[in-house]
């Protein structure tokens, strides 16, 4: 089972940007599909960004689309989320999360990409709070 620390969460002021990293131990990043969510207080967990570089397919929530960019570094098995002009909206805690995807069929993993639910993960990580101040 994979590992996963996310760091680069902090209180920022409308409009600005963070850059969210997700350290992934365990396997390479080419075995996995990696996903953000999100959980603000007294809502439902929420995803935001999935991405498999093996099967092509990267996805964004329609709430942050234009704003949010996921992006991978194989070499030091990170997984970047980089948060642009953010809103108070965007308030909550972010998690990544890891599905092991390699061996399976492009149908299937483009299922879980088109539909990011926290139940097709099965690592996740703590969490890192991001604040937009408005």
């Known amino acids: 089972q994979s590992q996963l620390v996310e760091s680069g969460g902090s209180l920022v002021q409308s409009g600005g940007s963070l850059r969210l990293s997700c350290a992934v131990s365990?396997?390479?990043?080419?075995?996995?599909?990696i996903a953000w969510f999100r959980q603000a207080p007294g809502k439902g967990r929420e995803g935001v960004s999935f991405?498999?570089?093996?099967?092509?397919?990267?996805r964004y929530a329609d709430s942050v689309r234009g704003r949010f960019t996921i992006s991978r570094d194989n070499s030091k098995n990170t997984v970047t989320l980089q948060l642009d002009n953010l809103k108070p909206e965007d308030t909550a805690v972010y998690y990544c999360?890891?599905?092991?995807?390699?061996?399976?069929?492009?149908?299937?993993?483009?299922?879980?990409?088109?539909?990011?639910?926290?139940?097709?993960?099965?690592?996740w990580g703590q969490g890192t709070q991001v604040t937009v101040s408005s």
């Open positions: 991405s498999s570089v093996s099967e092509s397919c990267t």
């Open positions: 999360a890891a599905t092991w995807i390699k061996g399976f069929g492009s149908v299937s993993v483009r299922a879980m990409c088109e539909r990011m639910l926290p139940d097709d993960f099965a690592s």
């Open positions: 365990g396997y390479t990043l080419d075995y996995l599909a």
